[in-house]
């Protein structure tokens, strides 16, 4: 199956994909609050996760299918739990991860003194979107554990980049130069893209977690 082949093959799974509707509704709130929070920059990298997050959906949206019986027994089960969904979150991530570069490098030309704190959140955005990558590896098949894991990761790199408080971590990000946070966050995409691969081939023999597709469940009985 070739790019292109792929691309409709995503888009089609995603039009049948669990409540599509609502989802949809839900990444245009998010989408607006998120570009809102990021321009006017009202809490500090509250809208690069907010982006971060955003760019997950497209890949939940496949996922959310893979409750279905019918998948379950398709010949095409590898793939929707693993290359698909790993390559719609790498390039929805690359969107994402421009969106911001595009923004900060925007405030530095309006604001230079604001330097240091673009190029700190430059770095966020790519470890977040790493670490979202890999929780949607593992995501359906292990709801509960990827949750802790998730939040516990986010709440220690928030602290030591000094989004949670002051720390020396946050002061030496902001000395980075810029050409190399930029280098470091597209690295963190890479890494994160094939670390949800690595796990997704990993785990897509186990059953999915009935806490991931509750909604789903309930449907179908």
């Known amino acids: 199956m070739n790019i292109r082949e792929s691309w409709r093959f995503a888009v089609k799974c995603m039009k049948l994909s669990y409540k599509l ?25 509250m809208g690069a996760y907010l982006m971060a997050v955003l760019a997950m959906y497209p890949a939940q949206l ?9 998948v379950q027994s398709s010949p095409y089960k590898k793939v929707l739990m693993t290359s698909l969904p790993t390559t719609l979150t790498f390039c929805s991530g690359i969107v994402v ?10 405030r530095v030309c309006v ?6 704190q673009s190029t700190r959140m430059i770095l966020l955005c790519g470890v977040m979107l790493m670490l979202l990558d890999i ?12 949750i802790i894991l998730l939040s516990v990761s986010m709440v220690g790199f928030y ?4 989004i949670i408080g002051k720390s020396v971590f946050a002061q030496y990000l902001m000395r980075i130069p810029l050409p190399a946070a930029l280098g470091i966050g597209l690295c963190c995409l890479l890494l994160g893209g094939a670390l949800q691969y690595g796990l997704s081939l990993l785990v ?18």
């Open 97 to 106: 991860y421009l969106l911001i570069i595009g923004i900060e490098g925007i």
């Open 204 to 221: 897509y023999k186990k059953p999915m977690s009935r806490r991931a597709i509750f909604g789903l469940l309930r449907q179908q009985a």
């Open 111 to 116: 604001r230079p003194q604001a330097l240091g």
């Open 62 to 70: 496949v996922c959310s299918l893979c409750g279905s019986c019918l």
């Open 159 to 162: 602290s030591l980049s000094g």
């Open 135 to 146: 929780y949607v590896g593992i995501a359906y098949k292990y709801f509960v554990l990827s």
């Open 21 to 45: 509707k609502t989802n949809l509704i839900c990444m245009s709130f998010l989408a607006v609050i998120a570009l809102v929070y990021e321009i006017f920059n009202i809490s500090d990298g």
